[in-house]
């Protein structure tokens, strides 16, 4: 995958596909227009509307697709206006997909199902700004500013698919290993944001189930490496592998059928959802 592992996120000319960005930069520009307006502090604003004030910061400064029940919430909160909800229908996400990673990111925005196993790094899925900020400054070549605020605009805005307030939700099921989580990326300030927002996330979204690989496996059916599984509304399932610079999207119900075995397998030996969020809490009390 170029610049590590970024699930299909570049800041290249030659590996993304041309989308409209300005769209959720003008929206967040309202959001905080009318925010300044109503006199509220991001945190003040973000308690009315159940939201963190860094999720708030985030869409004003168009990093992040708001969530369908963000616009819903947050009008009558800044007056009633009607300006959110005229403006959602044209948010389009920014640019930063890798063209290997395009397919892959159409299935994943309609699944109804998806899972993740991750050995390497936090699924972006899961990750903060923060963390997806250092990520990409570690792998070289480093990125110039543009493109590093790309390939975190489009990691953020596709996090809009955790919301439990799609129709339906998608159902999530994540296994990532335990020393992902104790590499301590960026440092022990990213990773302590990082830890609360997994908890915050795993307590708060129904929809998403999330174990803990340990470390010290005598067995383990992910030594292939990482993979993701996905179902569409039709019940057919799709693959996705990713490497170095490059993924590759299998249908091939064959190799499906053994990497939704695997997948079963690894579901088996990772700690329960119970003891990893356990664990987890252990993890931030430590920091």
Not at 32 to 42: I, P, W, Y
Not at 260 to 268: D, E, F
Request: charged content about 25%.
């Amino acid at each position: 995958m170029a610049y590590g592992n970024t699930d299909g996120v570049t800041g290249s000319a030659g590996g993304t596909e041309p989308e409209a960005s300005d769209s959720l930069r003008t929206f967040g520009a309202v959001v905080h227009a009318l925010r300044e307006h109503a006199g509220l502090s991001r945190e003040e604003f973000g308690k009315r509307v159940g939201y963190s004030k860094h999720t708030i910061a985030s869409i004003e400064q168009g990093r992040r697709m708001p969530e369908r029940g963000f616009v819903e919430s947050a009008e009558p909160v800044l007056g009633n206006t009607g300006a959110l909800r005229k403006a959602a229908p044209y948010l389009t996400r920014q640019a930063g997909l890798a063209n290997w990673f395009v397919q892959w990111a159409r299935l994943e925005a309609t699944a109804i199902s998806l899972y993740t196993y991750e050995c390497r790094v936090i699924p972006g899925l899961l990750q903060t700004e923060t963390y997806a900020r250092a990520m990409s400054l570690n792998v070289p070549p480093l990125p110039d500013p543009e493109e590093l605020e790309q390939r975190i605009a489009a990691r953020m805005a596709r996090q809009e698919l955790l919301s439990v307030s799609r129709k339906p939700p998608t159902a999530f099921s994540f296994i990532v290993e335990q020393s992902v989580l104790e590499r301590h990326t960026g440092g022990d300030e990213v990773t302590r944001e990082l830890l609360d927002h997994l908890i915050e996330l795993i307590e708060g979204n129904w929809n998403v189930e999330f174990q803990i690989m340990p470390t010290r496996r005598v067995t383990h059916a992910g030594l292939d490496g990482p993979l993701q599984l996905a179902e569409t509304p039709e019940h057919r399932w799709f693959a996705y592998s990713e490497g170095q610079k490059n993924g590759r999207l299998i249908s091939d119900p064959k190799e499906i059928s053994v990497l939704q075995q695997r997948y079963a397998k690894l579901r088996s030996q990772a700690l329960t959802p119970e003891d990893s969020l356990s664990l987890l809490k252990r993890m931030r009390g430590a920091l």
